[in-house]
Nanobody
Framework: EVHLVESGGGLVQAGGSLRLSCATS????????IGWFRQAPGKEREGVSR????????YYADSVKGRFTASNDYANNTQYLQMDSLKPEDTAVYYC?????????????????WGQGTQVTVSS
């Protein structure tokens, strides 16, 4: 059975940092691209980052470029999202997703499995 479990969310002041974790099981981690997404109240889900399974390249939304960093821990089948210089507009529920043939930052672009999300709240 496939599982993706996000953790590490919480309340932080603007300018602070959080590290989210996406612990996975039930599928071959190295064969899947993992992406992070977020959804704020009243808004559509948007892509934040994608780490390619092919060559480990990372792609980020313009709104988080230079502040967020995705990385894989292959020993523990976990992906991390380091979030620095957080802003109030980063407040959202953050989800990780896995796709065997995921190709973009859009939620509909090839992601097969999704986690339940973790809340991130950034106060001003």
């Amino acid at each position: 059975e496939v599982h993706l479990v996000e953790s590490g969310g919480g309340l932080v002041q603007a300018g602070g940092s959080l590290r989210l974790s996406c612990a996975t099981s039930g599928f071959p981690f190295v064969s899947y691209t993992i992406g992070w997404f977020r959804q704020a109240p009243g808004k559509e889900r948007e892509g934040v980052s994608r780490l390619s399974k092919v060559d480990g390249s990372t792609y980020y939304a313009d709104s988080v470029k230079g502040r967020f960093t995705a990385s894989n821990d292959y020993a523990n089948n976990t992906q991390y999202l380091q979030m620095d210089s957080l802003k109030p507009e980063d407040t959202a529920v953050y989800y990780c997703a896995a796709g065997r043939f995921a190709y973009g930052l859009g939620p509909e672009e090839g992601y097969d499995y999704w986690g339940q999300g973790t809340q991130v709240t950034v106060s001003s």
